[in-house]
């Protein structure tokens, strides 16, 4: 770490402030270097936990500085699928592919944006105090915020996002995989399963408690937790209600009713597994986190052609 | 994001491969460390999937029950598979499934020492369920095909002599066994032969599902 280094820091996050708060470069950079030469701390840290102290000083919110890292308005442009870090301020150009119901007073707007690399999900805070974004416009919007959460990223619009309309329209771009292979397993937590029932709350039950509200009275869901091989790659599947209905042929009542027969709703898994293991599947959906959520399976039954697998033996 | 460990793939042999796998080792120390058989064709292997006809059942425990199943691939070869109270699902599933059946194994392959000192390979599976024709016909193609894909890994592997081994497991299958993949080869030839041939004569239907 070079005293440089330290400077040019110390200046970025001075320039963040010097509107609101009456410090001096100096005092920042004193701050940064007694965390990073005598705390030992990592300069990524040193600088969160120093801009965290004059946010505070403020009465700022974070989204509230302009820039963010890395200091000025120059941002880079990215495509959505480019996206693949939290807390990044970057700017892009992409159609409001949907809007969603906000569940929370806090967010102005939800929704899903789009390029030709794909789709991300957005977020605008009603304190933001934003215009208003339309289903199908085209914006560039400069200054937003990445996010992550459980290996899915969005981004976030604050304060000082810029949204300018574009009249070019954008062909949003497919993040959909494919993947086959042989089902080799379904994992605990799949088949009849009971949800929390609290607001925006859908976490899986165990043992009739929610890890957030405690013991509550659940609500039935069909799930499949499954595992695609294909004898180089592993990839893990989730098959929500629909897609385990329309898979095993078996609707939720039936599984309630399987359940109550049988005083177990381990059955309902009992069964899918006997039906569906080993048996190849070809599945395609977008990717959440290590899965691949089913939206479109198909039973691979026809029978394959040993003839080019038979030339390609013969030939070496 | 996730660091959880990633699952073990499981590898798509043919039982005459399959049974000359008698080489295991582990990757670290650790007790739990799992457990892997060396294919001769050079890859290691902690998990297999296979799909074949089930031809014979029987308990062969003394005490408690203890399911063997053989399971039978194009060429005639045998996998043997072996579950106990350990694997009560599959032991259940041997227990009462009727030879002849199409099966799906999913499991580990294990080796065990005869008083004779031979090495038997089998798998413990994790779970077997009655499959159809057109399953087994995509699994025999399929397996052919990853089979090839090592194959022709260890002939270019192995091609400039004895010095240039890059890969570890092709150097280990080297230095452990004495058996061509030439073999291996044949054995894919074989099989898809077997498909061939059933496709231009059907058999009466075998196993009804």
Redesign the interface.
């Known amino acids: 770490m070079t005293q440089t280094d330290l400077r040019t820091h110390a200046e970025e996050i001075h320039d963040q402030f010097e509107d609101r708060l009456d410090v001096s470069a100096d005092d920042v950079e004193e701050r940064l270097e007694t965390l990073v030469e005598e705390y030992k701390v990592p300069l990524e840290e040193a600088r969160r936990s120093v801009t965290n102290t004059y946010l505070d000083q403020a009465g700022m919110e974070r989204d509230e500085l302009g820039g963010g890292p890395g200091g000025g308005g120059g941002n880079e442009t990215v495509q959505v699928a480019d996206v693949d870090e939290p807390e990044q301020w970057v700017d892009l150009t992409a159609k409001v592919v949907e809007l969603w119901e906000p569940r929370s007073d806090s967010v102005a707007q939800v929704g899903l944006l789009g390029d030709e690399s794909g789709t991300i999900k957005f977020t605008k805070w009603a304190k933001s105090d934003l215009p208003s974004l339309e289903e199908g416009q085209v914006y560039h919007l400069k200054n937003v915020v990445t996010d992550e959460y459980q ?1 899915r990223y969005s981004v976030k619009l604050n304060r000082t996002t810029g949204i300018e309309e574009r009249d070019a329209d954008i062909e949003v771009g497919d993040q959909d995989v494919t993947v086959e292979g ?1 089902l ?2 379904i994992q605990s937590g799949s088949g009849l399963i009971k949800r929390c029932p609290e607001e925006d709350c859908t976490r899986v039950l165990q043992n009739g408690r929610c890890s957030e509200h405690g013991e509550v009275e659940g609500e039935f869901d069909l799930r499949i937790k499954g ?1 695609l ?6 990839t893990e599947v989730i098959f929500d209600q629909e897609a385990t209905e329309a898979l095993t042929g078996v609707e939720l009542a039936e599984a309630k009713q399987m359940a109550m027969d049988a005083l177990d709703t381990g059955v309902v898994a ?1 069964e899918m ?8 599947y070809r599945v395609t959906g977008p990717t959440f ?2 899965y691949v959520l089913a939206n479109e399976t198909e039973t ?8 080019t ?2 030339i ?3 030939s ?1 | 994001m996730s660091s959880a460990p990633t699952r073990e793939v499981a590898r798509r042999v043919l039982a005459r491969e399959f049974n000359d796998a008698t080489f295991t080792f582990k990757e670290s120390d650790d007790e739990r460390a799992p457990v892997y058989v060396l294919l001769p064709t050079g890859e290691r292997a902690n998990r297999v999937f296979l799909v074949g006809t089930l031809t014979e059942t029987e308990d062969v425990g003394e005490d408690a029950e203890y399911w063997q199943g053989r399971i039978v691939d194009p060429n005639g070869d045998t996998f043997f598979t072996y579950a106990g109270q350990y694997q009560p699902e599959a032991a259940s599933m041997l227990r009462d499934l009727e030879p002849p059946a199409y099966v799906a194994v999913v499991g580990k392959p294990r080796t065990y020492e005869t008083d004779e000192g031979e090495v038997n390979v089998s798998v413990r599976p994790e779970s077997i369920t009655t499959v159809d024709e057109a399953t087994r016909d995509r699994w025999v193609v399929e397996t052919a095909e990853r089979t090839l894909d090592r194959i022709e890994h260890f002939t270019d592997e192995t091609a400039d002599g004895d010095e240039a081994i890059g890969d570890e497991y092709v150097a280990m299958a080297r230095e452990e066994y004495d058996l061509p993949v030439e073999n291996y080869r044949r054995a894919v030839v074989d099989a898809l032969e077997g498909l061939e041939d059933a496709e231009a004569d059907p058999e009466p239907e075998a196993a009804a599902d």
């Open positions: 290996g042989a080799v397993d595992v091989d294909d004898g180089d790659e592993v009992d597994r006997e039906d569906l293991l080993g048996r190849y986190g290590r691979l039954t026809d029978a394959t052609d040993p003839e697998a038979l390609r033996a013969r070496i």
